[in-house]
């Protein structure tokens, strides 16, 4: 099953951990493919319904729900912006977006207290 196909999924046997982990996967294939591996990116702030939060102190599901986003955009300006440029090679523009995006690079990070929240 393809990241796409397993992101989209219903099953409940595909639970969120297994998506992040898919996730998290793909991109450290893509960063080491990029040679990017050992370059720290700056995790960023998204936007969430509670306000702009930390992505490293999301919970499971919300980082899963800001990753889809990111991923949606990367195909979406892959496609576009091989519709504007005869050549482009879809998959290496995707690879170079999955590989810098601040969001998917930094899914693994998580924040933690001494409250559990």
Known sequence: MNLRD???SEDPKHTVA??????AKT???ARKNYDNSDMEIT???VNTTEGVQDLDTLSPADKLAVAMNAIKTIRMTASEDAKAHEGVNVSKAIEAMLAT???LTNL??????DYGI
């Open 6 to 8: 397993l992101l989209e």
């Open 18 to 23: 297994k998506k992040l982990e898919a996730i």
């Open 27 to 29: 991109i450290a294939e």
């Open 43 to 45: 995790i960023p702030m």
């Open 101 to 103: 995006s601040p969001t």
């Open 108 to 113: 693994h990070l998580t924040q933690s207290n």
